[in-house]
T-cell receptor, first 115, second 115 residues
Framework: GENVEQHPSTLSVQEGDSAVIKCTYSDSASNYFPWYKQELGKGPQLIIDIRSNVGEKKDQRIAVTLNKTAKHFSLHITETQPEDSAVYFCAASRMASGGSYIPTFGRGTSLIVHP | KAGVTQTPRYLIKTRGQQVTLSCSPISGHRSVSWYQQTPGQGLQFLFEYFSETQRNKGNFPGRFSGRQFSNSRSEMNVSTLELGDSALYLC??????????????FGPGTRLTVT
């Protein structure tokens, strides 16, 4: 089955700095890669996703890059703010039975943004 | 549009008991997936229901079961509870059909504590 490695497990930055979280996956058939942000006491929230036919996607301060050859993808957050502090999960998925996508998650990165 | 709702939010049970958790998906979403989140194992896929049928299943013992109703609401049941079943149980909904949006939206979770 799919295996997703995520690094680092903890990332501490100063407000205004950039943050980068990296993930690798093992299944070359994976073709959908969502990123989730989970705040304390809440469920994961989808913040950005990328499909395998795209190399990069950006949404305001957040961007994701995908290198299919190397089987790795990264989340980039620029101009970090204290409210960006949360646990971030990457995931890799392929089409499962019936046309759904079942993600395999990384272990998470705890991002701490210091004011 | 209302998000995914889960009830109850918190639950304390004793070893050997059984428990039922409920999830109401986003209106229009027909797929409901369940995940278990623990510090040790991370986010793990339990099963997915679509049109009242279990469509995909993760690697969990038969004590974990679920069902989906005609209005897409879903329940999951855990029988003969063990201490290791203590976790945050998350429900996620999506359109679930081939060609539709892939995104999964998570509820806030049910925190289950087994004593």
């Amino acid at each position: 089955g799919e295996n997703v490695e995520q690094h680092p497990s903890t990332l501490s930055v100063q407000e205004g700095d950039s943050a980068v979280i990296k993930c690798t996956y093992s299944d070359s058939a994976s073709n959908y890669f969502p990123w989730y942000k989970q705040e304390l006491g809440k469920g994961p929230q989808l913040i950005i996703d990328i499909r395998s036919n795209v190399g990069e996607k950006k949404d305001q301060r957040i961007a994701v890059t995908l290198n299919k050859t190397a089987k790795h993808f990264s989340l980039h957050i620029t101009e970090t703010q204290p409210e960006d502090s949360a646990v971030y999960f990457c995931a890799a998925s392929r089409m499962a039975s019936g046309g759904s996508y079942i993600p395999t998650f990384g272990r998470g990165t705890s991002l701490i943004v210091h004011p | 549009k209302a998000g995914v709702t889960q009830t109850p939010r918190y639950l304390i049970k004793t070893r050997g008991q059984q428990v039922t958790l409920s999830c109401s998906p986003i209106s229009g979403h027909r797929s409901v997936s369940w995940y278990q989140q623990t510090p040790g194992q991370g986010l793990q896929f339990l099963f997915e229901y679509f049109s009242e049928t279990q469509r995909n299943k993760g690697n969990f013992p038969g004590r974990f079961s679920g069902r989906q109703f005609s209005n897409s609401r879903s329940e999951m049941n855990v029988s003969t509870l063990e201490l290791g079943d203590s976790a945050l149980y998350l429900c996620a909904s999506s359109f679930g059909t081939s060609g539709a949006s892939y995104e999964q939206y998570f509820g806030p979770g049910t925190r289950l504590t087994v004593t």
